[in-house]
């Protein structure tokens, strides 16, 4: 079993909010195909990251999912779409091994 979490920005680089359809819309297809997930986003948080010699910032909720195989194939497709919808650079999606207790 995998924990795989979505860092997804709140506003685009100008900080105009993203809709909240976006994020409904990962809710829901997230929650079909996975059989339910968690949205961390009563308390964004803050990423920073060097770019070009200087401090970007990013206000981000996370998404998570509990899924029994990794396919790294289909989740650099999902990552690629998106990026597209958010119209980032790059969207960060991170998996660890688990154990369900």
């Known amino acids: 079993m995998h924990l795989v979490q979505i860092?997804?920005?709140?506003s685009d680089k100008s900080g105009k909010a993203f809709?909240?359809?976006?994020y409904a819309a990962i809710r829901d297809q997230l929650t079909h195909l996975f059989?339910?997930?968690t949205f961390h986003?009563?308390?964004p948080a803050e990423g920073l990251w060097i770019s070009e010699g200087e401090v970007?910032?990013?206000?981000i909720v996370t998404a998570e999912v509990m899924i029994e195989e990794l396919d790294r194939a289909w989740w650099a497709?999902?990552?690629a779409e998106l990026e597209s919808l958010f119209r980032q650079d790059e969207i960060v999606i991170r998996a660890w091994p688990i154990s369900r207790l």
């Open 7 to 10: 860092l997804l920005p709140v």
């Open 19 to 22: 809709p909240p359809e976006h």
């Open 35 to 37: 059989g339910g997930m």
């Open 41 to 43: 986003r009563t308390a």
């Open 56 to 59: 970007a910032r990013d206000t």
């Open 77 to 79: 497709g999902y990552r």
